[in-house]
């Protein structure tokens, strides 16, 4: 038994009645976790759900990037196709032009050119 516990008054049906604690037997003792032990465990759960809340709009921030993403690299990409097909389409109307004006050549037709000088 240990010598270091204090003499304290405690309420009971007989009123005020000291406890003289280096009389009761350590095996005797039985301390009172309940509360720090279910507090430990509700501040555990809500940690938990914290992280989980965390992570999900992690997740779906990381989704509405990676959509973003594809929707701008899709859109990058129609864009590029516009473009070649754009000149392809100039290309075959300048091919057409040089083709119009060499058969003009071919079947004699000359074009007055006038320069004006002023």
Do not use: F
Not at 53 to 81: D, F, I, L, S
Not at 94 to 99: C, L, N, Q, R, V
Request: glycine residues 6%.
């Amino acid at each position: 038994m240990s010598n270091l516990r204090p003499t304290i008054m405690t309420n009971s049906n007989k009123g005020w009645v000291p406890i003289d604690w280096t009389q009761v037997s350590d095996n005797a003792i039985k301390y009172d976790t309940d509360d720090e032990e279910e507090a430990w465990h509700k501040e555990q759960a809500w940690l938990e759900a914290k992280r989980v809340v965390r992570e999900k709009a992690e997740a779906e921030r990381a989704e509405q990037e990676a959509e973003e993403k594809r929707a701008y690299e899709e859109e990058r990409h129609k864009a590029k196709e516009e473009r070649e097909a754009k000149w392809k389409c100039k290309a075959k109307a300048g091919k057409g032009d040089e083709a119009g004006a060499r058969s003009n050549e071919a079947s004699g037709e000359v074009k007055k050119v006038v320069m004006d000088p002023g």
